[in-house]
């Protein structure tokens, strides 16, 4: 199943993605606050998207993305990182992610570009809820109030 190579393809490249991830970051001016912790932390955490996409991916993973997610956003508020820049961040692992499928090069056929778009959904999905997670966890660090 092509989705399935192209998930073991994106594991195997996990630290060059990575790497690039903080590049990108650390010369965006849309993540300027970025620097203020350290690079490898970043790269760890992109390294960790990547290289588990698999686990990730799975439907039971919630809770585990709840908690990794949650954890993360409590301690960016802390840090004092806006917001805007921490789900900033989020986004060009994902976009890295995209690009890094998009040219792989493992799509011959009808259906694997099909299984591709699946992955792509399974991908969106995954991110969806990562932000949901951080900016919750952010919001009860900075002691946002629930809407009743």
């Given at each position: 199943?092509?989705?399935q ?6 594991e195997?490249?996990a630290?060059?993605m ?10 965006n001016?849309?993540t300027?606050h970025v ?8 790269r ?10 698999g686990?990730?991916?799975d439907?039971k ?13 409590r ?9 805007e820049?921490?789900v ?5 692992i994902?976009h890295?992610?995209?690009?890094f499928v ?10 694997d570009?099909?299984q591709?778009e699946e992955?792509?959904?399974l991908v969106e999905?995954f991110f969806d ?10 919001g009860?660090a ?7």
């Amino acid at each position: 199943m092509l989705s399935q190579r192209l998930v073991r393809l994106i594991e195997a490249h996990a630290e060059e993605m990575a790497r690039q991830v903080v590049s990108e970051a650390l010369t965006n001016p849309r993540t300027p606050h970025v620097s203020r912790f350290p690079s490898e932390e970043m790269r760890r955490r992109a390294y960790e998207v990547y290289h588990n996409l698999g686990r990730w991916l799975d439907t039971k993973a919630e809770v585990a993305i709840d908690e990794t997610y949650s954890k993360l956003g409590r301690r960016r508020a802390d840090e004092g990182i806006p917001l805007e820049e921490v789900v900033y961040a989020q986004l060009l692992i994902k976009h890295h992610l995209r690009r890094f499928v998009r040219g792989s090069g493992l799509v011959d056929t009808a259906l694997d570009l099909y299984q591709e778009e699946e992955l792509h959904l399974l991908v969106e999905q995954f991110f969806d809820r990562a932000l949901y997670y951080t900016v919750k966890g952010y919001g009860q660090a900075a002691g946002w109030r629930r809407a009743s």
